[in-house]
Nanobody
């Protein structure tokens, strides 16, 4: 059993910052790619940023230059530093991790439960 637990969401004023964390735990052999997605009310879930186990990153155009994804492989944890937050960043943020539970098995995707980020004055 693999579990992803997110934390760090909340209410912030426009221009403010938040740092999200997502820790993977359970029966883990290795964690490959990790990512953050978000889903605003009435919209589809969208990719925010990804990071490989080697540290290569990708950010969507909507957050590039404002959000930074990073990870601590020793802790199986991924972070999302969000700066210059705007009301359009309001959404539930989900982390995703591709986890290999056994060396003989392929990695499967696991999702966190989501954490609410609200940007409002």
């Amino acid at each position: 059993q693999v579990r992803l637990v997110e934390s760090g969401g909340g209410l912030v004023q426009p221009g403010g910052s938040l740092r999200l964390s997502c820790a993977a735990s359970g029966s883990i052999f290795s964690v490959n790619g990790m990512a953050w997605y978000r889903q605003a009310p009435g919209k589809e879930r969208e990719l925010v940023a990804t990071i490989t186990s080697g540290g290569s990153t990708f950010s969507s155009d909507s957050v590039k230059g404002r959000f930074t994804i990073s990870r601590d492989n020793a802790k199986n944890t991924v972070y999302l530093q969000m700066n210059s937050l705007q009301p359009e960043d309001t959404a539930v943020y989900y982390c995703k991790a591709d986890v290999q539970v056994h060396p003989g098995l392929y990695a499967n995707p696991y999702w966190g439960q989501g954490t609410q980020v609200t940007v409002s004055s």
